[in-house]
Every structure is written in C-alpha cells, then in structure tokens.
C-alpha cells in the first residue's frame, strides 16, 4: 500500500528561507540603498556618541525615535519580503512600547 504525504503549502512557505527573504519578483531582499529614514536615524546614533547639552540630547533622541518609527511604518506597509515586513512590525511594537512606557 502506497504512503501519501501531504505537505500544507503554508507551512512549508513559512519555514521556506527563500520565502522570509525573497521579493514577489523573486530577488534577495535584505537591505536597499537609499533609505532615508535610516539614514537619519544613524545619523542620530553618532550624534548621540557626542556630550551634547540636556536640550539638544532631548532632540536628538526625538529624532531618532521618530525616524525608526517611520522607517519601521514603511517596512511595515511596504516592505518587499516577509522578514522586512515582520522585522518593521517588531521594531514598531518596540518603538511604540518605549514611547508608552517611557
């Protein structure tokens, strides 16, 4: 008596590596240049490195804070594989979680 396997096409995608990194046209999509949110938001990282007055510490950090938000909102909205998009979620809930809680 033959053996029948059925693999659920979901779970398969879903532990698929070439599924969580891939784009719908099929190229590898980890990183795209440019990315402005980003940018910022390390630009804002190496100003933090600097001894900078209370007030403009305050800005920096604003700053920084809304422009990973941004950039987050747009993985999220339009990220070009699942891993971007699910990293974009978990960076929003994180950011989000830090501005409610302080």
């Not at 950090?61 to 938000?69: I, K, P, S, T, W």
């Not at 699942?82 to 501005?99: K, S």
């Amino acid at each position: 008596m033959p053996s029948s396997t059925t693999i659920d096409p979901i779970s398969a995608r879903l532990t698929s590596a070439s599924w969580w990194f891939r784009s719908s046209d099929g190229s590898l999509t980890l990183w795209e240049v440019p990315n402005p949110a980003l940018s910022v938001w390390l630009v804002t990282v190496v100003l933090g490195w600097f001894e900078l007055s209370a007030a403009h510490t305050a800005a920096v950090d604003g700053v920084r804070h809304g422009a990973l938000l941004v950039w987050s909102l747009d993985e999220v909205v339009r990220g070009a594989s699942p891993f971007r998009r699910t990293l974009g979620a978990v960076i929003l809930a994180a950011q989000l979680a830090m501005l409610v809680l302080g």
